[in-house]
C-alpha cells in the first residue's frame, strides 16, 4: 500500500508556472506507475499525466502537452508535474494516484490517490 501527499499548488497568473509534487510513503515506489488528473468545479476529474515506474514512459493529455512535463526522483519517492504557460482553464484540483498495474491514462487505473492540492490560474 502506498499513501501520496500532493503539494505545490496555489494561486497564479496566466502564463506563469507551478511544479507539482507528489510524495509517496513506502519502500516499493519506484514499481508504481503515477498518474495526475484534475477536476475543476462541475466537471468530470480528467487525466493530465502519467508516468511509468522506470519514468522511460509518459504520457499526457492534449490540453497540457508541451506545456507540462512529468519526472520521477524514485530516490525521493516524489513525482513531479511541472506546468508552464498555465491558463485559467488549467483552474482545478489536482490529484496524483499510484498503481502497481501499467501505466495507463484512465482514473480507473489507479488505485491509491492523494487528497489533492488547488491551482487556480487568474487571468
Known amino acids: 500500500q502506498v499513501q501520496l501527499v500532493e503539494s505545490g499548488g496555489g494561486l497564479v497568473q496566466a502564463g506563469g508556472s507551478l511544479r507539482l509534487s507528489c510524495e509517496a510513503s513506502?519502500?516499493?515506489?519506484?514499481?508504481?506507475?503515477v498518474g495526475w488528473f484534475r477536476q475543476a468545479p462541475g466537471k468530470e476529474r480528467e487525466f493530465v499525466a502519467a508516468?511509468?515506474?522506470?519514468?522511460?514512459?509518459?504520457y499526457y493529455a492534449a490540453s497540457v502537452k508541451g506545456r507540462c512535463t512529468i519526472s520521477r526522483d524514485n530516490a525521493k519517492n516524489t513525482v513531479y508535474l511541472e506546468m508552464n504557460s498555465l491558463k485559467p482553464e488549467d483552474t482545478a484540483v489536482y490529484y496524483c494516484a499510484a498503481d502497481l498495474r501499467v501505466v495507463t491514462t484512465t482514473a480507473s487505473g489507479f488505485t491509491y490517490w492523494g487528497q489533492g492540492t488547488q491551482v487556480t490560474v487568474s487571468s
Open positions: 508516468i511509468g515506474w522506470s519514468g522511460g514512459s509518459t
Open positions: 513506502g519502500r516499493t515506489f519506484s514499481r508504481y506507475a
